[in-house]
């Protein structure tokens, strides 16, 4: 059982190019997330997804893609990247809805120069 | 803006002290959630409160819910250097989101 995996670890981007983060989670969660986390910011939800082909909107989607075609995928996509994606990104996966727990995968830390 | 703000944002301390985290909002939360995190990992859940007033201890930590349910707030009693980490507490709004506060990186020295 590893939980929530996500590649790549590390990604260094030029601006203007693009990429897929990935995020697969083998705990048949019904829900995911994918958030993004500056310095000194805590933590901002992009999207978010209630199952497979469900997706949403959290609170810094601009500049960023998801879909959900499987409940164990989650893929995050930059079309076009700007040095604000410049960040470290976060998959999570839960059961239900705010009572449960999220877990969480390593982060993806992606530089665009 | 942000949603949730923590105090003392950062903090560092010797072994064997006691501390105080506070997570405030003007919002009224359906829950509050804790999570610690480590240098190159994702977040932990530590504990999840839902009714105003209440109060969850994990062994030396002791987490208290505002009876409006704006405000939480983290004590750690005699703090070990495995307590070393950045804290971050999480309010649930209608919907399915949920909004991260900004962090508290606390430092224990051996």
């Known amino acids: 059982n590893a939980g929530v995996t996500q590649t790549p670890k590390f990604r260094i981007l030029k601006i203007g190019q693009s990429m897929t983060l990935q995020c697969t989670q083998d705990?048949?969660?019904?829900?995911m997330y994918w958030y993004r986390q500056d310095p000194g910011m805590g933590l901002k939800l992009i999207y978010y997804?209630?199952?497979?082909?469900?997706?949403d909107k959290g609170e810094v989607p601009n500049g960023y893609n998801v879909s959900r075609s499987t409940t164990e995928d989650f893929p995050l996509r930059l079309e076009l990247a700007a040095p604000s994606q410049t960040s470290v990104y976060f998959c999570?996966?839960?059961?239900?809805?705010?009572?449960?727990?999220?877990?969480f995968g390593p982060g993806t830390r992606l530089l665009v120069l | 803006t942000q949603l949730l703000e923590q105090s003392p944002q950062f903090l560092s301390i010797q072994e064997g002290e006691n501390l105080t985290v506070y997570c405030n909002s003007s919002?009224?939360?359906?829950?509050l959630q804790w999570y610690r995190q480590e240098p190159g990992e994702g977040p932990v859940l530590l504990v999840t409160?839902?009714?105003?007033?209440e109060v969850k201890k994990l062994k030396r930590l002791t987490f208290q819910f505002g009876d409006a349910r704006k405000d939480s707030s983290l004590h750690i009693t005699a703090a070990q250097p495995g307590d070393t980490g950045l804290y971050l507490c999480?309010?649930?709004?209608?919907?399915?989101?949920?909004?991260f506060g900004t962090g508290t990186s606390l430092t224990v020295i051996p």
């Open positions: 999570a996966s839960s059961r239900g809805l705010k009572q449960e727990t999220q877990y």
């Open positions: 705990m048949n969660h019904n829900y």
């Open positions: 997804s209630v199952g497979a082909g469900i997706t």
């Open positions: 919002s009224v939360f359906s829950s």
């Open positions: 409160v839902v009714t105003g007033g």
């Open positions: 999480a309010g649930g709004l209608t919907g399915n989101q949920f909004y």
